[in-house]
């Protein structure tokens, strides 16, 4: 699947309902694309967080879905500047 092929703010729903995951779980469905960013981070974070105060040596890889074209913005940015839905 591609981040663009689901529902958004700014286009309406079609017949693929993308459901975001976490390991096997699904924790949403349709995944809402303009959370996406702060999820992931929040997830980054609390992974380094956990395994740096265990004394884990650890290696993190993460890829935004959002790195050409800021298809999505949180509600925070959106219309924020002259950028208008792109944050």
Known sequence: YSDDMGSSPW???????LPLLHN???????ADLSTITE???????????????????WFLY?????VHIPDFASKQF???????RFG
């Not at 286009?11 to 309902?17: E, I, P, Y």
């Not at 981070?41 to 265990?54: G, L, P, Q």
């Not at 993460?62 to 959002?66: D, F, S, V, Y």
């Not at 959106?78 to 208008?84: L, T």
Request: glycine fraction near 2%; aromatic fraction near 6%; proline fraction near 4%.
């Open 24 to 30: 096997s779980t699904v924790v949403e469905q349709p």
């Open 11 to 17: 286009r309406k729903a079609n017949d693929l309902v």
């Open 39 to 57: 999820r992931y981070t929040e997830k980054a974070v609390d992974f380094m967080k956990r395994n740096t105060a265990a004394s884990k040596p």
């Open 78 to 84: 959106c219309n924020s500047s002259i950028r208008g």
């Open 62 to 66: 993460l890829a935004w879905n959002h």
